[in-house]
């Protein structure tokens, strides 16, 4: 049996998923995934084009996300959640689509060399 670094594994996978479609983006921090995460909710959701999330409305958001066990995390994501907006009314988010898996986005990034 043959081994290899790791780096040279992360970067032949790397190299795979970006043929398959997955799109690279650079993430360096915690910051930035947020952020990514809430550019690709803006961009998904048409009702946001005109009126992106506020930034207390993304907060109550990944309050909602964020220290919960994988598997709430996860059912959160899957399902529609309901984002009360600054104004009141009601916002329903869809974090996948299982339905119309080209409507979802794909991405990877690699944290090699990166100290944290």
Do not use: C, W
């Not at 984002?83 to 991405?107: H, I, V």
Request: proline share 1%; charged share 35%; no cysteine.
């Amino acid at each position: 049996m043959s081994y290899e670094r790791e780096d040279t594994l992360e970067a032949k996978v790397m190299k795979r998923l970006e043929g398959i479609g997955y799109e690279r983006v650079r993430i360096r921090s915690n910051e930035a995934l947020e952020q990514n995460f809430r550019d690709i909710l803006n961009r998904r959701h048409a009702k946001l084009k005109a009126e992106p999330l506020s930034d207390k409305e993304f907060s109550r958001l990944m309050t909602q996300i964020n220290n919960k066990s994988v598997f709430d995390s996860a059912k959160i994501l899957r399902d529609k959640f309901v984002l009360k907006r600054d104004d009141e009314t009601e916002l329903y988010l869809e974090f996948f689509d299982q339905k119309n898996y080209a409507r979802n986005s794909f991405q990877v990034t690699s944290f090699s060399g990166l100290l944290l």
